[in-house]
């Protein structure tokens, strides 16, 4: 059994550990409360875009480079993670998505992949299985802007639009619920947008002014910008959801094995007393 000063040892750095957890636990719930009202405000604003661009494209001469897939045998590939840890299985989960992708674009013959990373442990997941970084933005993920996510992505839509890549795909990690952290892949580059067949009146709504095709080449940058911010915080809640929960686990675990050690600490002190009280009983009966 330990002793009772090493049991008040232990109860004094677990309780130290818990003030910790729970303190991160708030600082993760304050970013995600903001990150998320940033990615509901600009969602309504995005949807109203897709829709306006949905409608220009029914129009046959419209045509951008932006909507059709390059000749490059080049592939690039950007990937999403957080620079910090404590978020339990975050990082490892958006991690082994991306060396997927990464192997499955080489499968399909593609000559290079370029890999462009946004976070520290998914740069380091990468190198260490032996994939080369492009380039590492992680530091746009300390603190993401708007305007710092729009140079990378008026960078990327550059070069595909120059024929550099045949695609560009995005891996990041969606939040399903505040439990739930999904690993996501999806096509960046070329655009897709979902036009709704049946919504006739969507057609009728707008009056264009220049002509669509021009349109086009004002609102796909912009929209793009937006899709690759949005991709941002949407990887942003799922981490400070992820790191909620972890630091919420490791509370309740700190908060039992609090329990357990007061609860061995009584005993030792009651089983001290007790002999205490005893070698004074002996004491006396030997007299």
Known sequence: MSSLKEIKSRIASVHGTLKITLAMKMVSSAK???????????????TELMKILASLLRDARADSPFLRQGTSDRVALVCLSSNSSLCGAFNHNVSQLALQEYARLKDEGASAVDVFTLGRRVAEYLSRNGVKISADYSNLM????????????????????????????????????????????????PLTLESKEGDESAEDEFILEPDAGTLLKTLLPKALRIRLYNAVLDSACAEHAARMVAMQTASDNAGNLLQELRLEYNKSRQQKITNEILDIVGGSSAR
């Open 32 to 46: 995600l409360h903001k990150t998320q009202d940033l990615l509901g405000n600009m969602g309504l604003y995005r």
């Open 142 to 189: 300390v603190k993401p802007s708007y305007s710092d996510i729009s140079a990378l992505a008026d960078r990327l839509t550059r070069d595909f639009a120059e024929g550099r890549f045949r695609k560009v795909v995005l891996v990041y990690s969606h939040q399903k619920s505040m439990a739930v952290q999904q690993p996501v892949s999806e096509i960046y580059l």
